[in-house]
Nanobody, 118 residues
Framework: VQLQAFGGGLVQAGGSLRLSCAAS????????MGWYRQAPGKTRELVAA???????NYSDSVKGRFTISRDDAKNTVYLHMVSVKPEDTAVYYC?????????????WGQGTQVTVSS
C-alpha cells in the first residue's frame, strides 16, 4: 500500500486547513488510518486516528479543533484542522495498517509540512 498526502502549507493562526491522504487500492482492506506529526527536535506523535468502523481517537492537544474522517470508497483519510495554533507547526504523516494472515503491516505517507504563523 502506498500513501500520498496532500494539503499542507502555510496558514495563519486561527485559520483552517484540510489534509488528505490517498492510499493505493488493494484487495486487502485497510483497518486503521491516522495522522501523526513531528515538529523539529521532537518525536513523532499521534494526532488522530480512525478505525474501519469509524471510531476516532485524538490527542488532547487537538481535541475540539481537528476532525479526522475517512472515505473507504476512495481509500482516503482526511484531517480537517480549524483554529490552528503555531504549536501545530510540524510535518504531518498519514498512516494506515492492515492485517495479512494475522500479521499487522503499517504504512506511512511521505509527510506534508504544515506551518502556522502567529
Amino acid at each position: 500500500v502506498q500513501l500520498q498526502a496532500f494539503g499542507g502549507g502555510l496558514v495563519q493562526a486561527g485559520g483552517s486547513l484540510r489534509l488528505s491522504c490517498a492510499a493505493s487500492k488493494s484487495r486487502i482492506s485497510i483497518n486503521n488510518m491516522g495522522w501523526y506529526r513531528q515538529a523539529p527536535g521532537k518525536t513523532r506523535e499521534l494526532v488522530a486516528a480512525v478505525t474501519r468502523g469509524g471510531s476516532t481517537n485524538y490527542s488532547d492537544s487537538v481535541k475540539g479543533r481537528f476532525t479526522i474522517s475517512r472515505d473507504d470508497a476512495k481509500n482516503t483519510v482526511y484531517l480537517h484542522m480549524v483554529s490552528v495554533k503555531p504549536e501545530d507547526t510540524a510535518v504531518y504523516y498519514c498512516n494506515a495498517d492492515r492485517r495479512i494472515l494475522g500479521t499487522k503491516y503499517t504504512y506511512w505517507g511521505q509527510g506534508t509540512q504544515v506551518t502556522v504563523s502567529s
